[in-house]
């Protein structure tokens, strides 16, 4: 695979600063928690982005442990190697994990399930780098009509900037019907699977700086360009469309509940 152009570099670094405080780095804790991370365990982190999961996993495994983060795109694991060069950080697919078998003790990802292109294949690598016994945990957004403010982003999208951008907004949340998820998990091998649904916080500075990040930072990931006539018109008619969410500070804060779902590997009869 190749190396990140700058853009990319880019786009990665502006992903660290806005996304994972907005949005990612609550779960972090709650994620580590579900997969009963201990201190000398060996924990790979599937679609690792920039490494928040990752690095938190490091600090709970301690010197004794280790983790590996792996993803698919090469400006994350760019800033990712800057942030934390302890994690072994790795360029590569989440359907083909190039890891030996049960080389893990517990396998985590958040946010990463619902991009993959064939999420059973994706799976099935995760539980069988898994070691028998070992515990996998996943975290998805809940569905975009649980989401608060995304459903109004989406509908503005649609009206200014038609279909393809809209879906591009809508693709983090199709995780979120349970029955789904249970059987992409049980389908895939996974034993005792439980899901947890939890309510969380999303955070923004200003409605621009939430809106725009997703106009250039995200749609264009989906390969989606729009004109900057086109944003300029979006970013005037948020607003007023997301004016419900504002503090009187000035911020964007609204309900963004997840799924975390937990499942093991058959222990070796
Ligand atoms: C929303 S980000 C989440 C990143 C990170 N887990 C976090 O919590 O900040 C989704 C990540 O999935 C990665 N990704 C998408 N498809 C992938 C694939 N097939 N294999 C590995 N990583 C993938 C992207 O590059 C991106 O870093």
Redesign the pocket.
Known sequence: MQGPTEEQVAA?QA??DL??PAL?QQ??EPLLDAARIKPGQRVL?????????ARAAALRVGPEGSVAG????AG?LAVAKCLEPTVQWRQ????SLAYADESFDAVV????LM???DRHS?LREMLRVLIPGGTLAV?VWDSLENSAAYPIEVALLEHIAGTAAADALRA?FVLGEQNLLLSLFEDAGAESVSITSRSGTARFPSVRTMVEADLRGWLPVMGVELSEDTVQCILEQAETALREYVTPSGQVVFDSPVHIITGSKLLKR
Do not use: R
């Open positions: 990665a992903y660290e996304h994972v990612f779960w972090v982190d599937v679609a690792c982005g920039t490494g928040v999961l792996v993803d698919v795109g994350m590569g697919n989440a359907e990802s958040q946010f990463g991009f993959f292109a994706a975290a983090p």
